[in-house]
C-alpha cells in the first residue's frame, strides 16, 4: 500500500463514520446501525476532516500517472466539499431525492434485503431517526435565523415525504415476525413514525411561512453545482443555446423512429398509440419487476465476453419496487459484496398497467452496460484506491454522462431491435435529458426563451412553464412525475445537466481515441481503459482519456 493508498483508505473510514447515509449509498461498509448527524455539529466535522485531508494529501508522495490522477480527483472532491461548508449551503437547502430527509429514508431501505434482513441494524437506525430529525431542525432553524431557507416548494415536497415514510417503517417492522427484536421493532417504527410526522409539521408551519416562494437560485449558486456534480467549469449561456440545439436533433431523429414504427403518422400519433398498445403494457408491479429483470438478465448474457468482460460477482442485478416515490436509481453493490447492485424502479399504481416500450433504454442506462457494469468494475477494482472504488455516486457527470453513452451504444450495438424501443431510447432518455439542459439552466437563471423555439418565445422560465416544456418532452409518464422531476432540478441545481454533458465528454473522447488510434482502435478495450480509470469529474476524465 502507498502512502495515498493509505491516506483513501484512512479517509473512507473516518468519512463514513461522519456521514453513515452516504455511506450506505456508497455501498461502505461497517456504519449499518448508524445514522448521519445533520445538526451543526456533524456539518462541522465532516467540514473539519475535509480540511484536514487537504492539507494532509497535499505533503502526500505520488507516484506515477495513476495516482497522479486518484490524488487530483481526492482533491478535487475535498476541495468541493469545504467550498460547499465556506458556502453553508449544505446545512440549508433542502431536495427531493438526496437531500437529509431522502438519505435516512434510502438508509433503511438499504437495510431491507427480505430474509438476509440485518433486523438489528435495522432497529438501531429506525430507532436513531427522532434524534437525527431534531439536529436537522436546530440546523435548519439556524440558518433560518441568518436569513437561509429553501425554497417552499422543496420544504413542502419534503414535508410531504416525511409523511409517506411511516407506514414502510410499520410495515416493514411488522415482516419480522415474532422473536426477541419484535417489541424493540415495534417501538422504534412508532416513535420514528411519530417524529417524522412532527418534522412535517415544522417544515409545513414555521419553516415554510419563512421560505421563500421564489425557486431560481441563480448564477453563482448554479456554477458551485456543476462544479459538484460535474467537476467542470462551463459557460451556462453557452450550454443553455447548446440544449436548444441538441434538442432540436433529438426531434428530428425521433421523427425519422417514428416513421418506422407507423409510417406517415405524424410523431405525436405515434406516441400515443404506443401508450395505448396492450403489447407494450405490463399488469401489476410484480410482473413489471420480473419483466425488467429478465431485460437485465438478458442484457448481460448478450454482451458478456463479446462487447465486455463482465465479472462473474456482477452477473446479476436486484431489480426492486421501492416502497416510496423515489424515481429509478441504481445502487453499486456494496465493496464486500454483502450488497447486490440493486435498481429501483418506483411505479404509480402496483396493481394497474405500466407502459413498457421506453423501458429497456433506461434499464440499459441503470443496467448493463450503464451504471451496474461501470459501477460495479468499478467496485472491484484491484488497482484503484478504495475512495476511487466507492465514489462513484459523488460523480454524477461521469456516471450519468456513461449511463446516458450506453443508451444510445446499445442502439449503435443492435440492441434495439423493437422500433418502439429505439424510439423509447429517444423520446425517454435523450429527449428528456436534452429537455433538462435548457430547463435547468433556463429555471435557474430565469432566462429568455428564445424566438425560433415554437414555445413561449420571449418569455422568461417559470416553474410553470417548465412543467409545460417537460410535459411535451417526456415520455409516457403521470403528471405528477413531471412535477416531481421540476422540484428536483429546482432543488438541485446543476445534477440535470449530468447526464447530457456527460455524454458529450464520452462520445468526444471516443471519437478522439478513433481518430488518434486510427485501424488500431478496439472499442471493447477504449471501454476497458475508460472504466478502469475510475470516477472523476468531467475536466479530469477528459484529460486522461486524450492522453495516448
Known sequence: MTALDGLADRYVDEFAALDPCLAA????????????????????????????MLAE???????????????????????????????????????????????????????????????????????????????????????????????????VRNARECREVPAYLVGLAGRYGDGPLRSGLDAAAREASAALVEFASFLTGALAGRAPERDALGVERYRAGVRDFLGTELDPLETYAWGWEELARIRAEMADAAERVMPGEP??????????????????????????????????????????DIPEALRRIDCRIPPVESGVYYLAPAEDLSRPGTVWWTVDDPSGDIVTWSVPATMFHEGVPGHHLQLGVTTLNPVLNRFQRVSSELHPGHCEGWGLYAERLMDELGHYEDPAHRLGMLAGGQQFRAARVILDIGMHLELEIPAGTGFHEGERWTPELGFEFLRAHSGPVPDADVAFEIDRYLGRPGQAIAYKLGEKIWLEAREESRRRDGAAFNLKDFHRRALDLG?????LLRTELARP
Request: glycine share 10%; proline share 5%.
Open 267 to 308: 410523431l405525436p400519433v405515434v406516441l400515443a398509440a404506443l401508450d395505448s398498445d396492450p403489447a407494450y403494457r405490463v399488469k401489476g408491479a410484480e410482473a413489471f419487476q420480473a419483466w425488467i429483470q429478465e431485460l437485465a438478465d438478458r442484457a448481460i448474457a448478450d454482451l458478456d465476453g463479446v462487447h465486455f
Open 25 to 52: 449509498m456508497m455501498g461502505i461498509a461497517g456504519q449499518d446501525a448508524r445514522l448521519t448527524d445533520f445538526g451543526p455539529d456533524g456539518a462541522a466535522a465532516r467540514a473539519g476532516l475535509a480540511r484536514r
Open 57 to 155: 494529501l497535499a505533503a502526500t508522495p505520488v507516484v506515477g500517472d495513476a495516482e497522479r490522477a486518484a490524488a487530483a480527483m481526492l482533491r478535487e472532491r475535498l476541495e468541493v466539499d469545504v467550498a460547499a461548508e465556506e458556502s453553508g449551503v449544505r446545512e440549508w437547502s433542502l431536495e427531493t431525492i438526496d437531500g437529509p430527509v431522502q438519505r435516512l429514508r434510502t438508509a433503511v431501505e438499504l437495510l431491507d434485503q427480505g430474509p438476509e434482513t440485518d433486523w438489528e441494524s435495522v432497529r438501531s437506525r429506525v430507532a436513531a431517526v427522532p434524534g437525527v430529525l431534531a439536529g436537522l431542525r436546530v440546523s435548519l432553524e439556524r440558518e433560518c435565523g441568518r436569513g437561509r431557507v429553501a425554497a417552499r416548494r422543496q420544504v
Open 535 to 539: 470516477p472523476m469529474g468531467l475536466d
